[in-house]
């Protein structure tokens, strides 16, 4: 019996990790713009596409349902969730209220500021996020961003979150894909700020903090503004 539930725990872990890689290459694929938003496909083709069992690839895919990035539908399989200009202006609201949040649970430490080498860490996410940012690479930027905010995310706040920012910010970012990618002045509206960022968060000065990303988010309304325009 002893051996019989180790190999099920095993066989279980194995399928779970293929999930998750399923999931995030998935994720990766949209955020790339290969997976286009409105495009579908079924269990069955990513299952070939993959060389995997059909079970991984329906859980992976109902994970990232539940993550909002694809709609299910029980006849035609799925699609990649298409986010319109409103729901990208709620997505910033959100965001904004919970780094300010953030960085009022930083305040109140006091201003000491943060130190030691997960700080470090970020500073690198960030130099490498604003560098691309300025040259309006895309496929470098959206890697580093989002490496960059769960990390300083983890560092002056829980892990829920966290979690819940990261998610908003992958939203966001597949919300504005397409639009960046189809903009050949991209690189004027992609937020290199960073590193101002961190040299707030650095010194525990949260007014410095909400400030950069008040502008920040100001300037992805603007953003908004002109897709609708």
């Known amino acids: 019996m002893r051996g019989s539930g180790s190999s099920t725990s095993s066989t279980a872990v194995t ?10 290459a998935l994720r990766d694929e949209v955020l790339a713009g290969r997976l286009q938003p409105g495009q579908e496909f079924t269990v069955k083709q990513i299952a070939e596409q993959y060389g995997v069992s059909a079970t991984p690839v329906r859980e992976a895919l109902v994970d990232l349902a539940a993550q909002g990035l694809l709609d299910s539908d029980q006849h035609r399989g799925f699609k990649v ?8 202006r709620g997505m910033v609201e959100a965001r904004s209220l ?36 300025r040259g309006g690479d895309l496929d470098i930027l959206i890697g580093y961003d989002l490496r960059f905010w769960r990390e300083l995310a983890s560092l002056v706040a829980n892990r829920y979150i966290s979690d819940f920012l990261h998610r908003l910010r992958v ?10 990618r189809a903009d ?15 040299d707030a968060v650095a010194l525990g000065d949260a007014a410095a903090a909400r400030a950069v990303i008040g502008a920040y988010n100001a300037h992805a309304l603007a953003w908004a503004d002109r897709l609708e325009r």
């Open 15 to 24: 399928r779970n990790t293929l999930r998750q890689q399923i999931a995030d």
């Open 171 to 180: 939203q966001a970012w597949v919300f504005a894909v397409p639009h960046l």
């Open 81 to 88: 969730h298409q986010f319109s200009v409103e729901d990208y």
């Open 98 to 133: 919970i780094v300010d949040g953030i960085f009022r649970h930083l305040q109140a430490r006091g201003s000491h500021g943060v130190r030691g080498q997960a700080l470090v860490s970020v500073r690198r996410r960030g130099e490498e996020a604003a560098r691309a940012a």
């Open 184 to 198: 050949a002045d991209r690189a004027q509206w992609l937020w290199s700020g960073h590193e101002e960022l961190v």
